[in-house]
């Protein structure tokens, strides 16, 4: 984890923009310009005290977790397609938004928007998503530990009826 830094020590987004800390399956390019094409990538980041969570709304989301941190990009959104941004993390159930400091893999901080769910029970997911966001997150090469932690998510019963997956811890 990067030393706590003054606030100048940390990257804003530029007028007209804001800086967005990414996590589930908006990690793929092509969903994330179908939703805003004005997006830009800027870094591999983590997200430290998250921890990666499978809610019982079936949603990937992100619950504070005072030793856990979670890996995604932080992508430069501009302002006119937060909206969309928001209603489609509404429509998922990611309903809280704070600013949080990331950490870039090249040790720099960013200043980052970031949506969680008020849901941070443990449930289910469709088993494709699971698979679908470790796919991503082994091709922006997220270290091993967080690949066995998505992993984890997908090891459960298989429930023939509804298709998902339950965690077993």
């Not at 430069?76 to 159930?93: H, K, N, Q, S």
Request: proline content about 4%.
């Amino acid at each position: 984890m990067t030393d706590l830094m003054s606030i100048q020590d940390f990257t804003e987004a530029s007028d007209g923009f804001q800086l967005v800390f990414l996590y589930d399956d908006l990690l793929d390019d092509q969903r994330l310009c179908d939703l805003c094409p004005g997006a830009s990538f800027l870094m591999i980041a983590r997200l430290p005290g998250y921890r990666l969570l499978v809610n019982r709304q079936g949603v990937v989301a992100a619950a504070p977790s005072q030793n856990s941190t979670i890996y995604g990009i932080v992508v430069e959104i501009p302002d006119v397609e937060i909206p969309e941004l928001e209603a489609r993390f509404a429509t998922e159930g990611l309903d809280e938004r704070s600013t949080e400091f990331a950490d870039g893999c090249l040790g720099e901080g960013f200043l980052v928007e970031v949506w969680t769910s008020s849901d941070d029970r443990e449930g289910w997911a469709e088993p494709i998503r699971i698979v679908q966001l470790l796919a991503l997150a082994h091709e922006f090469r997220f270290p091993d530990s967080y690949l066995a932690e998505i992993a984890n998510w997908a090891k459960g019963t298989d429930d023939v009826l509804t298709g998902t997956l339950r965690r077993v811890s």
